[in-house]
């Protein structure tokens, strides 16, 4: 089976070529362009690069979310666009854990962390035994007290921090939480071959959808919201 | 941030200082400021912007985008213009795509009273207060002197 998997949800963006769980090609880059005018042309040059037709892709892998409002919709949009006229299935891949499933082999809690704003994370837990990784929770929004609170509860395992968010949290945190281990550079922000590593697992699952049921994923922020409705009672 | 902002108050007799103003505090920034502004309808939040466009170069367009919520400027630096009037929600705020626009220019937010526990607290606040008809008063919080 081969996936073509995108990932633009935050400031990096990314494509991954992946046959039988094979790496054929992938592209990321990271620099503040926007996603609009890079993702056409890197997958375009994925595929001619990898001397790949449009067609010869059984799967379309997208991050539908978490992530930054205007970038999980371009790569929700690009993915429906591409598989809507060949009529092939695609998968709307947690975000959080396409990262979970690019870490190397590691045995330890995986926590995914994406910057939310307002201190802020999305995130969710995974537990990794020398690379057979399990959830421990449903992605959500909290903040990064809150994370705090749940990772003491860890305390006794390596916790592994990946995502967009690993700076922020591990800088907040690390003064209580010494032990926080730092994914290196090269995997910490979101690449699209966990995206496909996932969406085959979905495929054998059978929890692929149509170009028309793919939706993007958005979790809300329930503190930001109390937070402003605090302020405008106290405000009145 | 906890760190003491620097605080200014300036008097404004009519719309073109207060355009006039705001065109010095623009040739203070440095291109990815976050400037909030405070002051109801009437105030002068549109004239400020206004100005502050100018000041960076963008000579005409600007007006309240009260039905786009944004509108984008190209100057010396690009300028997103948000007007949060009608934003009551973190959901709101997060579908205008506010946050995917932070570090990539300079963002000028009228009807920041809306928004003020989402916004980041590395900013510009700009406050608007109506002294008469024409004058004002203008207050900004952690800009450079003017």
Same mark, same amino acid.
């Given at each position: 089976m081969r996936i073509l998997a995108i990932d633009t949800t935050a400031s990096a963006v990314s494509a991954a070529l992946v046959k039988d769980g094979f790496l054929e090609g992938e592209f990321f880059l990271n620099v503040k362009t926007t996603h609009s005018q890079t993702l056409m042309p890197i997958i375009d040059n994925l595929l001619k690069l990898t001397n790949t037709k449009l067609d010869d892709i059984d799967l379309f892998a997208v991050?539908? !979310?978490? !992530?930054?409002f205007t970038g999980v919709r371009i790569g929700v949009a690009t993915v429906k666009g591409l598989s809507l006229p060949l009529s092939k299935p695609c998968a709307a891949v947690s975000t959080l854990e396409a990262m979970a499933y690019s870490m190397p082999r590691v045995s330890g809690i995986i926590c995914a962390v994406m910057d939310a704003r307002c201190s802020q994370v999305y995130n969710a837990l995974f537990r990794s035994d020398d690379g057979i990784i399990e959830r421990i929770t449903e992605d959500r929004a909290l903040s990064i007290e809150e994370l705090k609170n749940e990772l003491a509860y860890y305390e006794e395992d390596n916790i592994y921090l990946i995502g967009d968010g690993t700076n922020i949290v591990y800088d907040t945190l690390v003064p209580e939480l010494p032990d926080l281990i730092l994914t290196t550079n090269n995997i910490r922000y979101q690449h699209a071959y966990g995206t496909a590593v996932v969406a085959e697992r979905m495929s054998d699952m059978n929890k692929t959808c149509t170009s028309d049921e793919l939706m993007p994923i958005y979790l809300r922020v329930p503190q930001a919201e109390r937070e402003l409705k605090a302020k405008q009672q106290s405000g009145k | 941030m906890g760190e003491k902002q620097f605080l200014q108050k300036l008097y404004s007799k009519s719309e073109r200082q207060t355009e006039e103003i705001a065109e010095r505090l623009a040739k203070t920034l440095k291109g990815t400021e976050i400037i909030a502004m405070f002051g109801g309808l009437g105030a002068g939040k549109t004239a400020f912007t206004r100005g502050l466009a100018r000041g960076l170069?963008?000579?005409?367009?600007? &007006? &309240?985008?009260?039905?786009?919520?944004v509108h984008e400027y190209e100057g010396k630096f690009m300028v997103y213009h948000f007007d949060m009037y009608r934003i009551g929600s973190y959901d709101d705020l997060y579908s205008t795509g506010f946050y995917d626009y932070q570090d990539q220019g300079v963002m000028v937010i009228e009807w920041s009273e809306n928004i003020e526990p989402f916004l980041p607290e590395k900013r510009i606040n700009i406050k608007i207060e109506r002294i008469s008809d024409s004058e004002r008063e203008i207050t900004i919080e952690g800009a450079e002197k003017l």
């Open positions: 991050d539908a !979310g978490p !992530g930054s | 170069g963008i000579d005409d367009g600007v &007006s &309240s985008p009260t039905f786009a919520l």
